[in-house]
């Protein structure tokens, strides 16, 4: 059973850092893209960081790209969220997702219906 558990979230003010993590048990890890989605309230799910673990290479919506750093650790089964220089409009749930490499086409890596491996989601605040 594939599970994917996030944990860090939480109130953060403007301009500031959080890290988030995920324990992902269940698949084989390396064969696998990883990272984070996020929904704010009234809007559509958002792919914001991906990372393929089986070389390491990741994915970034424009929003996001040089805020935010996506690692993954295969020892440990694990994925981060680093989130710097935080906004506002950063505020969403952020969800861990996982799917097997070979399913997802090029240039389709931050789609959501890719990802059938979704957490329960941890909630991120940013104050202004």
């Known amino acids: 059973e594939v599970r994917l558990v996030e944990s860090g979230g939480g109130l953060v003010r403007a301009g500031g850092s959080l890290r988030l993590s995920c324990a992902a048990s269940?698949?084989?890890?390396?064969?696998?893209?990883v990272g984070w989605f996020r929904q704010a309230p009234g809007k559509e799910r958002e792919g914001v960081a991906i990372?393929?673990?089986?070389?390491?290479?990741?994915y970034y919506p424009e929003s996001v790209k040089g805020r935010f750093t996506v690692s993954s650790d295969s020892a440990k089964n694990m994925v981060y969220l680093k989130m710097d220089s935080l906004k506002p409009e950063d505020t969403a749930v952020y969800y861990c997702?996982?799917?097997?490499?070979?399913?997802?086409?090029?240039?389709?890596?931050?789609?959501?219906?890719?990802?059938?491996?979704w957490g329960q989601g941890t909630q991120v605040t940013v104050t202004s």
């Open positions: 997702v996982a799917n097997e490499i070979d399913e997802i086409l090029g240039g389709q890596e931050l789609q959501q219906t890719n990802y059938d491996c």
């Open positions: 269940g698949f084989p890890f390396d064969e696998f893209f």
């Open positions: 990372i393929s673990s089986s070389d390491g290479t990741t």
